[in-house]
């Protein structure tokens, strides 16, 4: 809803630039850079944050405000291009967020409600389904070509490319460098996910298994 918001508001954003609310050196500072300030920061937080995470909800929780973060940080460009992207991504991550929420729903139920993923293991033999679908997940949000997290996260990374505030380059390209930052952390936890939920250990719960049949 706020990514939405603010694209609707952009043409009041358009029009307080007009006026910047401070100057950096020469540079304006305007309000659709700080919205895109914050969505940088937002995202790079919210991804090192979930990279901590043991638990398998909370991992995707932040990883959900990593990419809102990652949203705001394209409207905050102000360009057509920008908006359009950002947008976009709030349509593409809808679904293979929704695929991942779907597959730990499934691993929680065959774990029997436990969501630590330390105590997560060989559930890739017990539930393959599960495992590729959220392999697939992960992938998406990685932005692997061709799923539709690589399109619609190029278009972000071209929409900063592109710096729409031609007297802001160096802000530009902090937020370029923060945006791709944003995206080695990203692919690190769902990576980090997948590796959990495959790894054999001897000592993980093998009650997952009269639950396998949940999986087709």
């Known amino acids: 809803a706020g990514v939405y918001l603010v694209t609707r508001c952009t043409p009041l954003f358009m029009a307080a630039g007009a006026e910047p609310l401070f100057m950096v050196g020469e540079a304006p500072f305007t309000a659709q850079m700080l919205v895109s300030v914050i969505g ?9 944050i979930a990279l901590t995470q043991t638990d398998l909800k909370r991992v995707l929780a932040y990883s959900t405000v990593s990419q809102l973060g990652y949203m705001f940080l394209s409207l905050g460009t102000g360009s057509s291009l920008g908006i359009v992207a950002g947008m ?3 349509f593409t991550h809808a679904f293979f967020k929704a695929l ?28 393959p389904i599960t495992h590729a679908t959220f392999l697939i997940g992960c992938l998406a949000l990685a932005g692997l070509f061709p799923l539709g997290g690589f399109w619609s996260k190029d278009e ?14 160096e802000h530009a390209e902090v937020l370029s460098n923060k945006s791709m930052l944003n995206l080695a ?3 690190t936890d769902g990576y980090e996910s997948v590796a959990l939920l495959a790894e054999d250990d001897d000592h993980a ?12």
């Open 40 to 48: 940088g920061f937002t995202a790079l937080l919210a991804g090192l």
């Open 156 to 169: 972000i990374l071209a929409s900063l490319h592109e710096r729409a505030h031609p007297h802001a380059t």
């Open 205 to 216: 719960h093998t009650h997952a298994a009269h639950n396998a049949a949940y999986d087709t």
């Open 88 to 90: 976009f991504h709030l």
């Open 100 to 127: 991942l929420f779907l597959g730990s729903g499934s691993v929680m139920h065959a774990m029997g409600h436990i969501i630590d993923m330390r105590q997560f293991s060989g559930l890739r033999k017990i539930m």
């Open 185 to 187: 952390a990203t692919h």
